[in-house]
């Protein structure tokens, strides 16, 4: 399995439905630069809506940014495996509509992801993490943890002791997601979390300064 750092992880995952127009692109391109710029380790490339090209465009884009600015840095691809590795990133994230974890798993393994290629997988109950753990993903993502409107549609938050549960419950990393902020990050790496994850933290005004210094807080926490 691919390691997976051991001080918590933080997470961007993008969401360029956010800002409308033609300059979506190059926004999601700032904002990814600013937190990379910021300390933080992984960006998830969510956009589910943009055609291949500009996907692949922008994440290859985003994977040379974060090799300019730290080689720790890692970039993920939502959902699709093809963009994932055709743009030589660190790994894809699956969904609930994605590709199945088991077979993605192994044709990465026995096949054509580089080393260290990661698979994550988004969870929302714990069985849902247990089959992820058998399946061989390298983490997932567990929510919603706390309310928020993006994550709505998967049902009620699942709240701290919950997550704690899950944490407590398996080997793999689970990352915190859903309404994660500033205010009750802390509370999910006291949980058991390996991480937090999300989008408005760093995509709803935080600069490169303000994003530094919530990071450290966080990397603090061992």
């Known amino acids: 399995m691919p390691s997976v750092r051991d001080r918590p992880i933080v997470c961007y995952v993008t969401n360029g439905q956010g800002f409308p127009g033609a300059d979506r692109e190059h926004l999601v391109s700032d904002h990814i630069r600013r937190a990379l ?3 933080v380790d992984w ?3 969510r956009e589910k809506d943009i055609c291949s090209a500009q996907l692949l465009a922008l994440a290859r884009e985003s994977a040379k940014t974060a090799s300019a600015i730290s080689s720790a840095s890692r970039i993920l691809v939502n959902d699709r495996l093809d963009v994932a590795l055709a743009a030589g990133v660190a790994g894809v994230h699956l969904g609930g509509e994605s590709i199945p974890t088991e ?5 990465c393994r026995a096949r054509v992801a580089p080393k260290g290629f990661l698979v994550g997988v988004s969870c929302h109950s714990l069985q849902e993490v247990r089959t992820a753990e058998s399946d ?3 983490y997932v993502f567990f929510g919603p943890v706390f309310d928020t409107p993006s994550k709505r549609v998967f049902g009620s938050p699942q709240g701290i002791d919950r ?3 899950v944490c407590r419950s398996v080997s793999l ?3 915190a997601i859903g309404g994660v902020n500033g205010a009750n990050a802390v ?4 949980a058991g979390a390996k ?5 408005r933290l760093f995509q709803d005004g935080n600069d490169a300064a303000a994003i530094m210094e919530f990071v450290s807080a966080i990397h603090a926490l061992r």
């Open 187 to 190: 509370d999910c790496i006291r």
């Open 163 to 165: 997550l704690s549960d």
């Open 173 to 175: 990393p689970v990352i």
């Open 136 to 138: 061989g993903a390298d």
């Open 103 to 107: 077979p993605t798993v192994h044709w």
């Open 37 to 39: 710029t910021g300390g």
């Open 43 to 45: 960006i998830q490339i």
């Open 195 to 199: 991480g937090i994850a999300a989008i």
